[in-house]
């Protein structure tokens, strides 16, 4: 598994869900098509008569999300970028999906405009492995940032966390240490440590 | 079709895509069990440990959105409660979703918190019907909030929208008139009107 295998994940699921903010940072949901995957970049387009359009050309944070038949789950938090020769790009979005020709007839494909995120944060799950199994990866060259749960060396051994896991992730040892790509980052051993030897990181 | 059969699609395709937004005003989207829905309300958990449950019991709002099999999109904007009785509402979610016992065994099930849903907007649309058809409604008393493109006394009648429509949905008259619920909202009317006639209301 890497970043651009999730890409072909959403571009695979097609119909991927993709959040934005408006003005008053409120968030808004829609299913979009991903048009084209391509060397780490991720492409699609929207109208310009949309709340979507007007929503990421104000504010181009968004967060898309999938999952596959197999119960694998994607997530991909970045910005967007809208691509300056609008109808070189819709023509090749159109070739790749003539379906769209049903819904934009003609030159009406025109009102379309084309985005691509080449940035960001991917969240990689697999839900149909028993631990599950999650990844992270870049679509940039910017660091990973580290999320969840952490113990540290004010562990006691005493295997609470051990106990209460409910993925069985949690190896002894000293200290004990929580297996990351299993991780389903629910706090129950964060909760239940009776030293506070675990730590939280990331948001 | 009305809001408790759009619930009912949302809990029909069941793993469905949640969109909040953090104290940075960045949005965030996973996908999220929809695991109880009755009398216009919709009930989802989430573990204690997960940045989700952070973001919204600090900022409320949340966006979900599905799409079924029949190409039938559910989209609802609203506002999270979390519910008080925890364990007597994760019982009940574990109850009519036995599965979850495969993820959270035992009493691990405690680490997940319940939140329901009883407010907001519904927009639903039929993406297999041409020209697609959209409808919405709230949830509760709330007065439903016009979103698209409307065309004004301004119109002089001479047919460039409806020649322009891709889903050939406006209607010759004095003025034309859009057919608001087969309209993409793709702007196209609005960008061509040689009079600008023709007004853009909502967001």
């Known amino acids: 598994m890497n970043a651009q295998t999730c890409l072909q994940i959403l571009r695979d699921i097609k119909d991927v869900s993709f959040a934005s903010v408006d003005e008053k940072g409120m968030p808004h949901n829609r299913i979009i098509d991903v048009m084209l995957v391509e060397d780490h970049k991720l492409y699609f387009c929207t109208a310009r008569g949309k709340d ?15 999952l596959n038949r197999d119960f694998q789950m994607v997530r991909l938090h970045g910005t967007v970028k809208q691509l300056k020769e609008q109808k070189v790009w819709i023509n090749r979005i159109f070739a790749a999906n003539p379906v769209m020709n049903d819904v934009y007839p003609g030159d009406s494909r025109y009102i379309l405009e084309p985005f691509v995120v080449d940035n960001g944060q991917i969240e990689f799950f697999d839900l149909s492995k028993h631990p599950i199994q999650r990844q992270s990866f870049r679509l940039d060259q910017e660091v990973l940032q580290e999320h969840g749960f952490f113990i540290t060396d004010s562990c006691i051994g005493c295997g609470t966390c051990q106990r209460n896991c409910p993925q069985q992730c949690i190896q002894a040892g000293t200290p004990f240490v929580i297996e990351q790509d299993h991780c389903l980052h629910c706090g129950l051993c964060y909760e239940n440590c009776p030293v506070q030897a675990i730590v939280r990181r990331g948001e």
Request: hydrophobic share 35%.
């Open 52 to 66: 979507f359009y007007n929503q990421i050309t104000k504010n181009p944070h968004i967060a898309i999300t999938g």
